[in-house]
Nanobody, 127 residues
Framework: QVQLVESGGGSVQAGESLRLSCAVS????????IGWFRRAPGKGREGVAA????????YYADSVKGRFAISQDNAKNTVYLQLNSLKPEDTAMYYC????????????????????WGQGTQVTVSS
């Protein structure tokens, strides 16, 4: 099992930036992919970005492409999500999750591909 702890959320104005962190512990060597998801009030969970730990490949939802960037620091066992040019519609609880296998068919955005989840960190963007 893998434990994940998110941090870095907060309240910002539109256009500002935040950096979210996901600290990974436990059987980290079993993890093949770390994903970031979000859930806005009244909406379903949305895959935002993912990174494959082996080759560092990154994937993004169209809604955040060009604004968000996912990266990993293997020495710190931490995955980051840089959020730039934030919009009010980015307001949500953000979660990181770990998958022990590479998501089948490249479906990094499918929450059922992930085995362990963090508790989330809130991002609020005001206009």
């Amino acid at each position: 099992q893998v434990q994940l702890v998110e941090s870095g959320g907060g309240s910002v104005q539109a256009g500002e930036s935040l950096r979210l962190s996901c600290a990974v512990s436990g059987n980290i060597y079993r993890t093949k992919c770390i994903g970031w998801f979000r859930r806005a009030p009244g909406k379903g969970r949305e895959g935002v970005a993912a990174i494959y730990r082996g080759d560092g490949s990154t994937y993004y939802a169209d809604s955040v492409k060009g604004r968000f960037a996912i990266s990993q620091d293997n020495a710190k066992n931490t995955v980051y999500l840089q959020l730039n040019s934030l919009k009010p519609e980015d307001t949500a609880m953000y979660y990181c999750a770990a998958a022990v296998a590479e998501p089948y068919g490249g479906k990094w955005y499918a929450s059922y591909e992930y085995n362990d989840w963090g508790q989330g960190t809130q991002v609020t963007v005001s206009s």
